[in-house]
Structure formats: C-alpha cells, structure tokens
Nanobody
Framework: QVQLVESGGGLVQAGGSLRLSCAAS????????MGWFRQAPGKEREFVTT????????SYADSVKGRFTISRDNAKNTVYLQMNSLKPEDTAVYYC?????????????????WGQGTQVTVSS
C-alpha cells in the first residue's frame, strides 16, 4: 500500500510557474501509474495529467496541454508536475494519485491511492 504526500503549492501571479512534487512511500513505486487531479472550490475533481509506470506515456487535459508537464523519478519515488504560464483558472487543490499496475487513466475511480492535496492559487 502506497502513501502519497504532495508539496510545492503556493501563491503565484498569472503567467508564473510552480513545480509540484508527490513523494511516495510504502509500496513499489514503479508498479504504479501516477496522475494529478485538481479540485476548485464548488467544482468536481478533474483530471489534469497522468504518466505510465515507466514514464514513457503521458496524457494531459486539454486545458493544461502545452503548459504543464508531468514527469517521474522512480529512483526517488517521486512524481512531478511542472506548471508554466499559470492562469487564475488553474487555482485549485492539486492531488496526486496512484493507479496500481495501470498505464495511466483519466478516470478518478481507477486510482486507489490519493495524497492529501496541495493548494495552488494563481492571482490575476
């Protein structure tokens, strides 16, 4: 069973950048596809991006494509989310999630493990 801890959130001006990290422990990290999701106030949690266990395959929501980059370091048991050209509409709590033996999925239900979330606030 894997535990996930996100970090790196904060307050940034529109057009700025942030890098989120998600550290995993308690499991074989390379057995998990990883995803990032976000939830804005009053809205449903939504898919942001996912990466396969090997890092060879990624997928992005249209709203972040070209601005966000997911990566992972299996030696460090960590997945990253580099967020550039941030917009006020990117403001949300960002969650990382793990999908055991998956290739990456856009569906929340397929992720069995979740972090506690980190707040990202983008001011205009």
């Amino acid at each position: 069973q894997v535990q996930l801890v996100e970090s790196g959130g904060g307050l940034v001006q529109a057009g700025g950048s942030l890098r989120l990290s998600c550290a995993a422990s308690g499991g074989t990290f390379s057995s998990y596809a990883m995803g990032w999701f976000r939830q804005a106030p009053g809205k449903e949690r939504e898919f942001v991006t996912t990466i396969s266990w090997s890092g060879s395959s990624t997928s992005y929501a249209d709203s972040v494509k070209g601005r966000f980059t997911i990566s992972r370091d299996n030696a460090k048991n960590t997945v990253y989310l580099q967020m550039n050209s941030l917009k006020p509409e990117d403001t949300a709590v960002y969650y990382c999630a793990a999908h055991f033996l998956g290739d990456g999925s856009v569906f929340i239900a397929e992720y069995g493990y979740w972090g506690q979330g980190t707040q990202v606030t983008v001011s205009s």
